[in-house]
Structure formats: structure tokens, C-alpha cells
């Protein structure tokens, strides 16, 4: 009977450990799918202010350069 007690709490501990680990896992798993999505959102940021960046500095069209010239 002893036996028995010891070997159903070495099986509980091991399934606690085990359940510890997956849950570590998990959490890591979140942290690192959160990183993923940040660094997306950020680089989706970056692209826009570029292109805004871009469009906001292009030279003007000459027909436009020669009316501002003229004010």
C-alpha cells in the first residue's frame, strides 16, 4: 500500500510539473506572438510615414513650380 501512495504522488508531481511547463510555455508563446504584432504594427507605421514622407517632399510638377515662381 505504501507503494502504491508513493507512486500516485510521484505521478501527481509529475503531472503538476508538467502542467507547470506548458504553462510557461504558453506564456512565453503570448509574450512572443505580442512582440511579433508589435513589431508588424511598427513597421506598417514606419512604411506610411515614409510614403507620407515621400508624397509630402516630391519635387512639384513644373507647371506648378512656374505659378509659384511668379507669387
Not at 502542467?19 to 512582440?35: I, K, L, P, T, Y
Not at 504594427?41 to 506648378?64: C, T, V, W, Y
Amino acid at each position: 500500500m505504501r507503494n502504491v501512495e508513493r507512486i500516485t504522488s510521484v505521478k501527481s508531481e509529475l503531472l503538476d510539473i508538467f502542467m507547470s511547463m506548458e504553462v510557461d510555455e504558453h506564456a512565453q508563446r503570448q509574450r512572443s506572438a505580442a512582440q511579433r504584432s508589435l513589431r508588424a504594427r511598427r513597421g506598417i507605421e514606419l512604411h506610411r510615414e515614409f510614403q507620407k514622407l515621400s508624397r509630402d517632399i516630391a519635387p512639384l510638377p513644373d507647371e506648378d513650380r512656374q505659378e509659384s515662381e511668379l507669387h
